[in-house]
């Protein structure tokens, strides 16, 4: 995402490679090598690699905004090579310069660089910074790019339409904007629809999209979006058009030399080779896009391609092996869900502050009309002496007022920052840290403490078949029929995706085996009609206690974890318990009675 793209082709490629010292002074030939630079950053980094090496040995003989300009493409050239902390750094110098369009352009490019590393919160504070400079930017060009600038940050945390808005806005103004940048809006326009569920049922969108990102030698982009239509297809039921399509343009994807879609594309090839029984090429791919993790972060890609080599595994009959994968993709999913909370939590904290902000200079304006009213009264004299206690009065109930909504926000944001926002229950950083309080309470004491953790059964499945809406709606009602099951001094939390772990306070193995029994029994009761589908629910439990674990969170977990690996390989819907040496068949117990649920 860059602005001022000029799209270089091989011939003048080939001239600037082969081309001597240019005649002019020192400062012209800055100038050009500064410009050709310019614009093949994108499209061709090995000559801009020596472009800027040959501008960087010149730079002692540039002007002041020569040097600047070369200081954001060293900024830029970090970047590209992964340095992104330096890169950001480098970039932080230019958003004092005097020239507003190079303020913009160093604050558009750390925007992209915090969206890289996850640091959204960072970047949508940058965002707002940037955007506020959009007024004094004459460049429509320069403007453009922030409006992608902003699109594609939003696209990442999930506000998707804000993400299609800022695209509509880029395209309405498709006479006056570069191919590049149409370029980067169309995959912008392809994603939020895609996130948003809208895409259209033809393929016309996508493939204006591509064929204007080739043409721009975009391949990082044009790739995205073919990876997005053979999605599309397979859930069409086209999965070998997919599989083909997605093939024949391997050469292409190795060609952007970029790790995410490099991994995101081996990832979904993984997945439809797998669904079309070619395991010894499912296996081939998914472990291509696994060892692109280190550019992909724990992104739905990896996620996906640790499924597929657990899949892959246990359709071998490898047991060993389905563990080894199994634990990455728990790992992997977990840590990918808790990116996507934390996405929404930086949104939703930056528009509070923005929110606060607003109100802050309203109280401040407020407080000011106040003081030249009451220098106005000064003036006036005693008579209006009623009048300055009145106006007093309105300031004393404006902050009261003022107050009261900011202590609300920060409750608000306490509470979004502690609990799951779907279910209503601890997210997984919360629970830890209440667990280990409780252990520690527990170990002073001597009471006894119990981990169960369950996972539901089939979830994807149900996702597949009936939507996310069927599958939060199961996570719902699973969370309402437990909770009633925990004391207030009991910890009820979402470790991430189906996955739900409870600590129980002073109960002993027994108690805590007769409780998740009883959630078992009721979970798999549960009637899915007001769902509008119609399935079954059941759920796997594995259960731990201090007696094996000691007052450990991290053993109590990694215990009830293998009892839960136990039952699920035990034809699931059933309890298992860690004893020790192994996880032991759980027996038949009598239910344990709730203080808000009664036996049945």
Not at 61 to 73: G, N, S
Not at 192 to 206: C, E, T
Not at 282 to 302: D, K, T
Not at 325 to 340: S, T
Request: glycine share 6%; hydrophobic share 45%.
């Amino acid at each position: 995402m860059r602005v001022r793209w000029v799209r270089l082709g091989l011939t003048m490629l080939c001239a600037l490679l082969l081309a001597g010292p240019m005649q002019g002074s020192a400062s012209d030939d800055i100038e050009a090598l500064l410009q050709q630079a310019e614009s093949v950053r994108s499209a061709d980094p090995a000559a801009f690699a020596d472009l800027l090496h040959r501008a960087n040995a010149q730079g002692d003989r540039a002007t002041p905004r020569q040097r600047e300009q070369l200081t954001y493409l060293n900024a830029y050239a970090e970047g590209f090579a992964g340095r992104y902390d330096a890169a950001i750094e480098a970039a932080r110098g230019l958003l004092d310069s005097a020239d507003v369009e190079m303020r913009f352009r160093a604050g558009a490019f750390i925007i992209n660089s915090y969206a890289v590393t996850l640091r959204f919160t960072e970047g949508l504070r940058q965002l707002e910074q940037t955007l506020a400079l959009l007024p004094q930017i004459a460049d429509p060009q320069l403007r453009q790019h922030g409006l992608v600038v902003a699109g594609v940050l939003y696209n990442q945390i999930g506000q998707y339409e804000l993400g299609l808005h800022y695209a509509d806005l880029i395209l309405a103004e498709a006479d006056a904007a570069p191919g590049r940048t149409l370029c980067f809006a169309d995959q912008l326009r392809v994603e939020a629809l895609q996130g948003l569920g809208r895409l259209p049922g033809d393929d016309a969108l996508m493939e204006h999209a591509i064929e204007r990102c080739a043409a721009e030698g975009e391949l990082v982009v044009a790739t995205s979006v073919r990876a997005t239509l053979a999605r599309k297809w397979a859930a069409q039921g086209k999965r070998e058009q997919a599989i083909t399509y997605l093939q024949k343009h391997l050469p292409d994807v190795r060609a952007t030399r970029y790790p995410r879609v490099i991994g995101e594309v081996n990832s979904l090839l993984g997945e439809l080779l797998f669904a079309h029984g070619d395991l010894i090429q499912a296996e081939r791919h998914a472990r291509a896009a696994v060892a692109q993790s280190a550019g992909m972060g724990y992104s739905l890609p990896l996620v996906a391609a640790y499924r597929t080599l657990y899949e892959v595994a246990d359709r071998r009959g490898d047991p060993v092996a389905a563990l080894n994968h199994y634990r990455n993709f728990a790992e992997a999913d977990k840590a990918y869900l808790n990116d996507v909370n934390q996405r929404e939590v930086a949104y939703q904290i930056v528009r509070q502050e923005t929110e606060l902000k607003t109100r802050q200079i309203e109280l401040l304006d407020r407080q000011n009309q106040v003081l030249q009213l009451e220098q106005k009264v000064d003036r006036q004299g005693v008579q209006n002496t009623r009048l300055v206690a009145a106006l007093l009065a309105v300031m004393l109930v404006s902050i009261g007022y003022w107050a009261y909504k900011i202590k609300r926000v920060q409750l608000s944001l306490k509470r979004s920052a502690e609990t799951d926002a779907l279910t209503g229950v601890l997210n997984r950083r919360h629970f830890s840290t209440l667990s280990e309080q409780s252990l520690a309470a527990c170990e002073k004491s001597g009471d006894w403490a119990a981990l169960v953790m369950f996972d539901l059964d089939h979830f994807k499945a149900i996702n597949d078949s009936f939507g996310h809406i069927a599958g939060d709606w199961v996570l719902q009602r699973v969370t309402e029929i437990c909770a009633p099951f925990c004391r207030p001094i009991d910890h009820f939390g979402r470790l991430g995706g189906e996955e739900f772990a409870i600590l129980l306070h002073g109960a002993d193995l027994r108690q805590a085996t007769r409780l998740a029994e009883d959630c078992r029994v009721r979970i798999s009761l549960i009637d899915t009609a007001p769902s509008g589908h119609d399935f079954r629910v059941t759920a796997s439990f594995g259960v731990a206690s201090v007696a094996t674990a000691g007052y450990s969170l991290q053993r109590l977990l990694s215990q009830s974890d293998e009892a839960l690996y136990r039952a699920k390989h035990d034809n699931r819907n059933c309890v298992r318990v860690h004893t020790g040496d192994a996880p032991a068949t759980a027996a038949p117990l009598a239910p344990v009675a709730s203080a808000g649920l009664p036996l049945r």
